[in-house]
T-cell receptor, first 115, second 113 residues
């Protein structure tokens, strides 16, 4: 089945460690996104990528890094510079801008807890 | 920069009654508007979208939304609520010819049996 796979589903990290969250899609979508979800704050955009080897910062990119070496993959690294990394992270993809579509397809999320 | 506001953190509705979840937006050009639903510890699921044309948009699970350009609103509605509609609902906006998508803070919908 086509879809978006995020891994791991749950992750625990000690302070000062970098962690990488995986996001893979087999929908042949051009655009991919990372959002962070915190209670009462909704979804906030971290990074997005419209094409391979290119990406843009979202509203809360500080302390995060991404790469887009392949169309189907968009990993997110949460670095030790991120002050409050405990959150639920959501990856999404969409067909690159098209008049008739534009909705996002989401993965099931990764819950990161910093101990 | 575009933005989305969902003024209600929570909405309580009795089963069988009509429901409305409110959303207002701000964009510099023509908006593309979306509603998504999220169940606990899951990703978001697409419900419906407004691109152009008829201001009343119909979507999944009997939901519909009304686009009002003068009030910059895109409220989600359903004529008769079900207990299974209880979830977290997000409104989102995307500007024409831009891949950046911004979400509201979400509204928790409780349908009371």
């Amino acid at each position: 089945d086509g879809g978006i796979t995020q891994s791991p589903k749950y992750l625990f990290r000690k302070e000062g460690q970098n962690v990488t969250l995986s996001c893979e899609q087999n929908l042949n979508h051009d655009a991919m996104y990372w959002y962070r979800q915190d209670p009462g704050q909704g979804l906030r955009l971290i990074y997005y990528s419209q094409i391979v080897n290119d990406f843009q910062k979202g509203d809360i990119a500080e302390g995060y890094s991404v790469s887009r070496e392949k169309k189907e993959s968009f990993p997110l690294t949460v670095t030790s510079a991120q002050k409050n990394p405990t959150a639920f992270y959501l990856c999404a993809s969409s067909i690159a801008w098209d008049y008739n579509t534009g909705e996002l397809f989401f993965g099931e999320g990764s819950r990161l807890t910093v101990l | 920069a575009q933005s989305v506001a969902q003024p209600e953190d929570q909405v309580n509705v009795a089963e069988g009654n009509p429901l409305t979840v409110k959303c207002t937006y701000s964009v510099s050009g023509n908006p593309y508007l979306f509603w998504y639903v999220q169940y606990p510890n899951r990703g978001l699921q697409f419900l419906l979208k407004y691109i152009t044309g008829d201001n009343l948009v119909k979507g999944s699970y009997g939901f519909e939304a009304e686009f009002n350009k003068s009030q910059t609103s895109f409220h989600l509605k359903k004529p008769s609520a079900l207990v299974s509609d209880s979830a977290l609902y997000f409104c989102a906006v995307r500007e024409l010819r831009d891949d950046k998508i911004i979400f509201g803070k979400g509204t928790r919908l409780h349908i009371l049996p």
